[in-house]
């Protein structure tokens, strides 16, 4: 059986804030109803939701809802980073 594709949601987009780019990306597997939130800041540091959205709309609010509330701090605070081992 063939990996499933990623379907990318139109309404992926880049922002300026706080003179900073942020890529916000939503995604889904193909054939799956449910659609993935990431923010990618300037440092290529992800920012992914752990919970799936049911629509890319919903997706999109929530990331703009964050960043109205808590800005770029909510992708650059340190507790909010998981470090993966590097092997």
Same mark, same amino acid.
């Given at each position: 059986?063939?990996?499933? +594709?990623?379907? $990318?949601?139109? /309404?992926?987009?880049? #922002?300026?804030?706080?003179?900073?780019? /942020?890529? !916000?990306?939503? +995604?889904?597997?193909?054939? *799956?109803?449910?659609?993935?939130?990431?923010? #990618?800041?300037? %440092?290529?540091?992800?920012?992914?939701?752990? %919970?799936?959205?049911?629509? $890319?709309?919903?997706?999109? $609010?929530?990331?703009?809802?964050? !960043?109205? *509330?808590?800005?770029?701090?909510?992708?650059? $605070?340190?507790?909010? !980073?998981?470090? /993966?081992?590097?092997?």
């Amino acid at each position: 059986m063939p990996d499933p +594709y990623l379907v $990318d949601s139109g /309404l992926s987009q880049r #922002i300026t804030v706080e003179g900073h780019e /942020l890529q !916000i990306e939503i +995604y889904s597997l193909e054939g *799956e109803p449910k659609w993935s939130l990431e923010v #990618i800041d300037e %440092d290529a540091t992800s920012s992914v939701w752990d %919970d799936l959205f049911d629509s $890319d709309q919903e997706a999109l $609010d929530e990331a703009l809802g964050v !960043i109205g *509330e808590e800005g770029l701090s909510a992708f650059r $605070d340190g507790e909010n !980073i998981v470090r /993966l081992p590097l092997h």
